[in-house]
Nanobody, 124 residues
Framework: QVQLVESGGGLVQAGDSLRLSCAAS????????MGWFRQAPGKEREFVAA????????NYADSVKGRFSMSRDNAKNTVYLQMNSLKPEDTAVYYC?????????????????WGQGTQVTVSS
């Protein structure tokens, strides 16, 4: 089992920055690839970003490329999502996920563990 706890969400204005964190426990962190997904009210949960187990490979949704950056610190069992130039359409609950596959996958079904989510609200 893997436990994931997200933090760092909040209310910000358009153009601001925010950094989300996700702390993992319960399994060797460096064996897991990690991802961030988000879900806005009335919408499907969608892929945001992913990072491979080594941290060498990353993958981003087109909607966040150039604005968001995902990283990991295997010594701290933590992944981060740096979000810059935030837009109102980025408003959603952001979920951290862990995959046993090891690669920076964008597919929900390839993730085995999920956090409870953290709310990000961007006002215009």
């Amino acid at each position: 089992q893997v436990q994931l706890v997200e933090s760092g969400g909040g209310l910000v204005q358009a153009g601001d920055s925010l950094r989300l964190s996700c702390a993992a426990s319960g399994r060797t962190f460096s064996s897991l690839s990690m991802g961030w997904f988000r879900q806005a009210p009335g919408k499907e949960r969608e892929f945001v970003a992913a990072i491979s187990r080594s941290g060498i490979s990353t993958n981003y949704a087109d909607s966040v490329k150039g604005r968001f950056s995902m990283s990991r610190d295997n010594a701290k069992n933590t992944v981060y999502l740096q979000m810059n130039s935030l837009k109102p359409e980025d408003t959603a609950v952001y979920y951290c996920a862990a995959s046993l596959f090891g690669r920076a996958t964008m597919w929900r079904h390839e993730y085995d563990y999920w956090g409870q989510g953290t709310q990000v609200t961007v006002s215009s």
